[in-house]
């Protein structure tokens, strides 16, 4: 069965940094472009970023500069950079794979905790 598992969440000091991973097992990880949405308490979820299968990239307009997203193929992870963390960053961050050719394959992590805070 497919699996996207997030990790590399925590608490983090404001101005601090944080890179989180998603792994991807049980599909053709190649194939699939790869993004990274937040959800903050009482708030919508919001997209964060994005990375196609052949390494094209498109950023949240407020968070472009402080985040970075990137992928692995051999090891069939993506990243998250998150630098100059701030605590409207505190949310949680859920990993999701979308297939390439047919945008109706799509699978969702389970959400990992960030958490900005002095």
């Known amino acids: 069965q497919v699996q996207l598992v997030e990790s590399g969440g925590g608490l983090v000091q404001p101005g601090g940094s944080l890179r989180l991973s998603c792994a991807a097992s049980e599909i053709r990880f190649s194939l699939y472009a790869m993004g990274w949405y937040r959800q903050a308490p009482g708030k919508q979820r919001e997209f964060v970023a994005s990375?196609?299968?052949?390494?094209?990239?498109n950023y949240a307009g407020s968070l472009k500069g402080r985040f970075t997203i990137s992928r692995d193929n051999t090891k069939s992870t993506v990243y998250l950079q998150m630098n100059s963390l701030n605590p409207e960053d505190t949310a949680v961050y859920y990993c999701?794979?979308?297939?390439?050719?047919?945008?109706?394959?799509?699978?969702w992590g389970q959400g990992t905790q960030v958490t900005v805070s002095s």
């Open positions: 999701n794979a979308i297939h390439s050719r047919w945008s109706g394959l799509d699978y």
């Open positions: 990375i196609s299968h052949d390494g094209r990239t």
